[in-house]
């Protein structure tokens, strides 16, 4: 695929999120809210109930922002509203047209997803930057430049991750009819199973060890983790080559599945 | 440019039963109906040619084009376009194949019509000028300079259909598959996308493959058509010659003069021909093609006669007919 139409389609979806899209705002700032009164309630209430200060290496405050990032960052992480697209174009047959055309449509897709995290990332650090001032230090984590400098390559890393794992349950619509439910049930294993909630740390220790050798803590924990100064330079490194070890695990997952499914695929609808 | 060779498509169809206890026995047990979409079909097309493909609702006309722009596979058979094979997707073929649907939105639909055709452009990889050149002329062919800028989704269905066409040949395609390009619009716009398709095989040669429901269409377009039924085809020939092969009468149109009306014979003329009609001082008869001549010499030694006329039937008359299998070729 040529760079040039890449980029124009990440250029056009960008636009038409940031243009015309009033709830792309309103959405965001009403879910953060939920969040926020949320995790403030009920970590305040766990911590008080325990009568430690410090939960699985994390104090209050600690595990508050990584409430307030995991949410930000997954934002971003999760791209806008493209995450059924690729199955309801399977069952309503518009895939057709993008097959006659001359390019790959995986490809014009995770364009399109990319086109979402410039505007994601602009939002959530607009937010971002309204939070932090409220924020309580914490001794626990470490917001500081070079997290941030950090957590950018990996929220790319965990983007394409997660692109690449969804597309797998969306592909299933070439051999049954409802993937809808698949997919929300995918969703929130991975939303919990991958940090989303909480850290992994909290988990039970025997699940922890097999949490941190699966895929999904590579899309919200890890650049979280990173964004907060809790992970070193080396386990950094070796984060986001693991997580790039996934992506092409699934590429390779991917590509067959595309095969057989492109041979069973009617065109329905016209 | 176009080569098919026992080309079949058979879809499996899941059979959902109505009701909720049958549709939870179905989880465990599925049903399947084979329905034969295409059965076995076998024809070529030249370049420049545009071929008419006709049939009734259902009889498979999409699905064989559906299959030979690689959207769909076959289920046997063979098919080179253009010398690729179409389902192996070949970029070198896709770039030179279109596809128009006229029941399906094709563009994008937040995006003004401008910026679609930008889009196309990276796609297809036009170059610049010629990519230029071709905007204009296909807009100021079809008269659309004035709604470029405004999105798809605003466009009335006529409008829409012109830049789906124009979307569809700014590449300049050497294959062209129309599907009912013309469904649901007026008739001067009917007939500019039909000018605006003949011009545009003026100019290229394109193989192109028409379906439509319009006989205006086909008549207008094609001199050869392929007549599907349930799948298989029936017939694949000139247009004209559809006539001299498949109608073996000629309607014969009489008027009489007022005085005669009353005593018209209806038994006497149904020794000529069939009736068709007959009101009013008016007899329609069709009558068999090697009698036309002597059953005309007869009536008008018979009847006191103002006006007769000796035509073929309309081409839509027999393509009906063929369509609904009461066909009887003459031969
Ligand atoms: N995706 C599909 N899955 C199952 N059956 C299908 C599918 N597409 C078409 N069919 C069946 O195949 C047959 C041919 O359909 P097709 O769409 O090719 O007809 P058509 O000639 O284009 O009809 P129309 O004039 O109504 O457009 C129909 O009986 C239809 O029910
Ligand atoms: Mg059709």
Same mark, same amino acid.
């Given at each position: 695929?040529?760079?040039?139409?890449?980029?124009?389609?990440?250029?056009?979806?960008?636009?038409?999120?940031?243009?015309?899209?009033?709830?792309?705002?309103?959405?965001?700032?009403?879910?953060?809210?939920?969040?926020?009164?949320?995790?403030?309630?009920?970590?305040?209430?766990?911590?008080?109930?325990?009568?430690?200060?410090?939960?699985?290496?994390?104090?209050?405050?600690?595990?508050?922002?990584?409430?307030?990032?995991?949410?930000?960052?997954?934002?971003?992480?999760?791209?806008?509203?493209?995450?059924?697209?690729?199955?309801?174009?399977?069952?309503?047959?518009?895939?057709?047209?993008?097959?006659?055309? $001359?390019?790959?449509?995986?490809?014009?897709?995770?364009?399109?997803?990319?086109?979402?995290?410039? $505007?994601?990332?602009?939002?959530?650090?607009?937010?971002?930057?309204?939070?932090?001032?409220?924020?309580?230090?914490?001794?626990?984590?470490?917001?500081?430049?070079?997290?941030?400098?950090?957590?950018?390559?990996?929220?790319?890393?965990?983007?394409?991750?997660?692109?690449?794992?969804?597309?797998?349950?969306?592909?299933?619509?070439?051999?049954?009819?409802?993937?809808?439910?698949?997919?929300?049930?995918?969703?929130?294993?991975?939303?919990?199973?991958?940090?989303?909630?909480?850290?992994?740390?909290?988990?039970?220790?025997?699940?922890?060890?097999?949490?941190?050798?699966? $895929?999904?803590?590579?899309?919200?924990?890890?650049?979280?983790?990173?964004?907060?100064?809790?992970?070193?330079?080396?386990?950094?490194?070796?984060?986001?080559?693991?997580?790039?070890?996934?992506?092409?695990?699934?590429?390779?997952?991917?590509? $067959?599945?595309?095969?057989?499914?492109?041979?069973?695929?009617?065109?329905?609808?016209? | 440019?176009?080569?098919?060779?026992?080309?079949?498509?058979?879809?499996?169809?899941? !059979?959902?039963?109505?009701?909720?206890?049958?549709?939870?026995?179905?989880?465990?047990?599925?049903?399947?109906?084979?329905?034969?979409?295409?059965?076995?079909?076998?024809?070529?097309?030249?370049?420049?040619?545009?071929? @008419?493909?006709?049939?009734?609702?259902?009889?498979?006309?999409?699905?064989?084009?559906?299959?030979?722009?690689?959207?769909?596979?076959?289920?046997? @058979?063979?098919?080179?376009?253009?010398?690729?094979?179409?389902?192996?997707?070949?970029?070198?073929?896709?770039?030179?194949?279109?596809?128009?649907?006229?029941?399906?939105?094709?563009?994008?639909?937040?995006?003004?019509?401008?910026? #679609?055709?930008?889009?196309?452009?990276?796609?297809?990889?036009?170059?610049?000028?010629?990519?230029?050149?071709?905007?204009?002329?296909?807009?100021?062919?079809?008269?659309?300079?004035?709604?470029?800028?405004? !999105?798809?989704?605003?466009?009335?269905?006529?409008?829409?259909?012109?830049?789906?066409?124009?979307?569809?040949?700014?590449?300049?395609?050497?294959?062209?598959?129309?599907?009912?390009?013309?469904?649901?619009?007026?008739?001067?716009?009917?007939?500019?996308?039909?000018?605006?398709?003949?011009?545009?095989?003026?100019?290229?040669?394109?193989?192109?493959?028409?379906?439509?429901?319009?006989?205006?269409?086909?008549?207008?377009? #094609?001199?050869?058509?392929?007549?599907?039924?349930?799948?298989?085809?029936?017939?694949?020939?000139?247009?004209?010659?559809?006539?001299?092969?498949?109608?073996?009468?000629?309607?014969?149109?009489?008027?009489?003069?007022?005085?005669?009306?009353?005593?018209?014979?209806?038994?006497?003329?149904?020794?000529? @021909?069939?009736?068709?009609?007959?009101?009013? @001082?008016?007899?329609?008869?069709?009558?068999?093609?090697?009698?036309?001549?002597?059953?005309?010499?007869?009536?008008?030694?018979?009847?006191?006669?103002?006006?007769?006329?000796?035509?073929?039937?309309?081409?839509?008359?027999?393509?009906?007919?063929?369509?609904?299998?009461?066909?009887?070729?003459?031969?």
């Amino acid at each position: 695929m040529n760079p040039a139409l890449f980029l124009h389609l990440m250029s056009i979806e960008s636009r038409r999120l940031l243009s015309y899209r009033v709830d792309f705002w309103i959405t965001m700032i009403l879910t953060l809210i939920v969040q926020l009164v949320v995790i403030w309630a009920l970590w305040t209430a766990i911590f008080a109930e325990s009568g430690k200060d410090i939960v699985a290496g994390w104090d209050l405050q600690g595990i508050l922002a990584y409430g307030v990032f995991v949410f930000l960052t997954g934002r971003v992480v999760r791209g806008g509203d493209l995450q059924m697209a690729v199955a309801t174009e399977i069952y309503d047959g518009s895939l057709s047209r993008f097959l006659v055309y $001359p390019c790959n449509y995986c490809f014009t897709k995770y364009a399109q997803q990319l086109g979402n995290i410039f $505007p994601d990332i602009f939002q959530s650090v607009l937010m971002a930057l309204l939070i932090i001032p409220f924020m309580e230090s914490s001794t626990t984590v470490d917001l500081n430049l070079t997290g941030i400098l950090m957590c950018l390559p990996s929220i790319f890393c965990a983007h394409l991750l997660f692109f690449m794992m969804g597309l797998l349950p969306q592909m299933v619509a070439f051999w049954a009819d409802n993937v809808w439910s698949l997919s929300v049930m995918m969703r929130m294993v991975t939303m919990l199973i991958g940090g989303a909630t909480f850290p992994l740390s909290l988990f039970p220790d025997s699940m922890q060890s097999v949490l941190y050798m699966l $895929p999904f803590r590579y899309l919200f924990e890890f650049p979280t983790l990173v964004l907060l100064g809790k992970v070193g330079i080396e386990e950094w490194i070796t984060g986001i080559v693991s997580c790039l070890i996934w992506c092409g695990f699934f590429l390779l997952l991917l590509i $067959p599945v595309w095969r057989r499914g492109t041979l069973r695929y009617t065109g329905v609808g016209i | 440019m176009i080569e098919v060779k026992n080309l079949r498509k058979v879809f499996r169809i899941h !059979q959902k039963p109505p009701g909720l206890l049958a549709s939870v026995r179905s989880l465990f047990r599925r049903e399947y109906v084979d329905k034969v979409a295409v059965a076995g079909a076998d024809f070529s097309v030249g370049e420049g040619e545009i071929v @008419g493909m006709i049939g009734a609702n259902g009889a498979g006309k999409t699905t064989l084009v559906k299959m030979l722009s690689g959207i769909v596979h076959p289920t046997s @058979g063979e098919a080179r376009v253009l010398g690729y094979n179409p389902w192996d997707k070949h970029n070198d073929l896709r770039r030179q194949i279109s596809l128009i649907m006229g029941q399906k939105a094709q563009l994008w639909w937040d995006l003004p019509g401008a910026d #679609c055709f930008e889009l196309l452009r990276e796609i297809y990889q036009i170059p610049r000028p010629e990519y230029e050149s071709n905007l204009k002329r296909l807009t100021e062919m079809l008269q659309v300079e004035d709604e470029l800028n405004t !999105q798809i989704r605003r466009l009335s269905l006529g409008e829409r259909m012109k830049m789906e066409l124009i979307a569809a040949l700014l590449h300049s395609p050497r294959v062209v598959y129309l599907d009912e390009p013309t469904i649901g619009l007026d008739i001067t716009t009917q007939k500019a996308v039909r000018d605006f398709l003949l011009s545009y095989r003026q100019d290229h040669a394109p193989a192109m493959i028409l379906t439509s429901h319009y006989m205006e269409d086909i008549e207008r377009l #094609c001199e050869r058509i392929i007549i599907i039924r349930e799948g298989e085809l029936v017939y694949d020939g000139n247009l004209k010659r559809v006539i001299h092969e498949y109608a073996p009468y000629k309607q014969l149109t009489v008027h009489l003069n007022r005085a005669e009306t009353a005593a018209v014979d209806k038994d006497y003329l149904e020794r000529i @021909g069939k009736v068709m009609e007959e009101k009013a @001082g008016t007899i329609i008869l069709r009558i068999p093609r090697d009698q036309v001549t002597s059953a005309a010499a007869e009536i008008l030694r018979k009847f006191s006669v103002q006006d007769l006329s000796i035509a073929d039937p309309e081409i839509s008359e027999i393509i009906e007919l063929i369509m609904g299998g009461n066909e009887k070729p003459q031969r």
